[in-house]
């Protein structure tokens, strides 16, 4: 248990559907990340927010809307997904400083499938 | 832009034996780190070892160590004593030094998958 918990672990949606997926940190941390895992490719960064403001959004499409009302929680919007979104969706966080000491603690995941 | 390399789609080792994987990477920075990620079945990505950039001695995490040649740009991470355990998919990644209100993002590899075999 690394202290960042997603939910939920899986996901099936069909391309009219709205969900959302949720992550939480227990860390104290400042800075949190979503990223999106697909098959046979490298983890992409999606979006980066600090201190809850959104310093950096990968050029994702606007079907993707993430949302960070605290330093704790991190929230991904989804609506009009394509088949191709299906991915393991995974939530991390790190202190945000800077530091020498910086570093990303992940959460599990959420696996989604676009129907 | 920084790129991070793994030229090794998959390996497998014996258990209790030592196993290297490689990585290299591409930037023009002074200031960074680098770290291996593994991430087993249960899909937690795990980080395993950390280098800063500045350091030149090498890190070391138990049986995990590293070989970091920064004129090369390589970062290969060794494992002694292989455990069923660290059968997992193993990702190296590099972050650029940030500052104060500006976090650190992680640029991934594509993984090495490894297989402990008893």
């Known amino acids: 248990e690394t202290g960042v918990t997603q939910t939920p672990r899986h996901l099936v949606m069909g391309m009219t559907n709205k969900k959302s997926l949720k992550c939480e940190q227990h860390l104290g941390h400042n800075a949190m990340y979503w990223y999106k895992q697909s098959a046979k490719k490298p983890l992409e960064l999606m979006f980066v927010?600090?201190?809850?403001?959104?310093?950096e959004n990968n050029s994702v499409p606007s079907r993707f809307s993430p949302e960070c009302p605290n330093s704790s929680h991190l929230f991904l919007h989804l609506h009009t997904l394509q088949p191709e979104d299906s991915a393991l969706y995974l939530c991390?966080?790190?202190?945000?400083?800077?530091?020498?000491?910086?570093?990303?603690?992940f959460g599990s995941g959420t696996q989604l499938s676009v129907l | 832009a920084q790129t991070v390399t793994q030229s090794q789609p998959e390996m497998s080792v014996q258990e209790a034996e030592t196993v290297t994987l490689s990585c290299t990477y591409d930037t023009s920075e002074s200031n960074y780190y680098l770290f291996w990620y593994k991430q087993p079945p249960s899909r937690q990505m795990i980080l395993v070892i950390r280098?800063?950039?500045?350091?030149?001695q090498n890190a070391t995490e138990n049986r995990f160590s590293v070989n970091f040649q920064k004129a090369a740009k390589s970062f290969s991470l060794k494992i002694s004593d292989s455990q069923l355990g660290d059968t997992a998919m193993y990702f190296c990644a590099f972050m650029k030094r940030k500052f104060y209100n500006q976090g650190g993002k992680l640029i991934f590899g594509q993984g090495t998958e490894l297989s402990v075999k008893p």
């Open positions: 927010y600090n201190f809850k403001e959104q310093t």
């Open positions: 991390a966080s790190s202190q945000g400083s800077g530091g020498t000491d910086e570093k990303l603690f």
């Open positions: 280098q800063e950039a500045y350091k030149q």
